[in-house]
């Protein structure tokens, strides 16, 4: 099965969020081009902060999954897109550890009463960065 291509680009709110009242919706879109609609029909169960929700947390998926093929979504690919989020957010964990490292002499910290905890950052930074294995012999 050949896989159709959906809208590329960033989604965002429509000027209708936040919802305030039942009568309007809030219009997803790409750029100018209307993708859907989030609607809150209380007589159906959703409420207008539901709807709010709902189409925060569309967007936030939709953005997310950018460059992610659909059929990888499929079949699981949602690790993949976990394990990229980790990366990311493991290399800006290392530049803190790194600016704190840089940015505080070991005179200083135990002086303020932090220079174990000094040292144990200056270790899992070393640990990480150089590939040494730490004292329970696990990388």
């Known amino acids: 099965m050949v896989e159709q291509k959906?809208?590329?680009g960033y989604l965002r709110l429509s000027?209708?969020?936040p919802l305030v009242n039942t009568t309007s919706g809030i219009d997803l879109r790409?750029?100018?081009k209307y993708i859907a609609r989030i609607n809150a029909y209380e007589f159906y169960g959703c409420t207008i902060?539901?709807?709010n929700?709902?189409?925060e947390r569309v967007v936030a998926c939709?953005?997310?999954c950018m460059g992610t093929p659909t059929q990888d979504l499929k079949r699981g690919g949602l690790e993949r897109l976990k394990l990229k989020l980790i990366s990311s957010e493991r290399y800006e964990l290392l530049a803190a550890l790194k600016g704190i490292i840089d940015n505080t002499t070991v005179e200083f910290a135990a002086a303020n009463g932090f220079g174990e905890e000094r040292n144990k950052v200056c270790e899992v930074y070393d640990?990480?960065?150089l590939g040494t294995p730490n004292a329970g012999g696990a990388q």
């Open 6 to 8: 959906h809208t590329p």
């Open 15 to 17: 000027d209708a969020y």
């Open 30 to 32: 790409i750029d100018k």
């Open 49 to 51: 902060e539901e709807a």
């Open 53 to 55: 929700a709902n189409a």
């Open 62 to 64: 939709w953005n997310f």
């Open 127 to 129: 640990r990480i960065m």
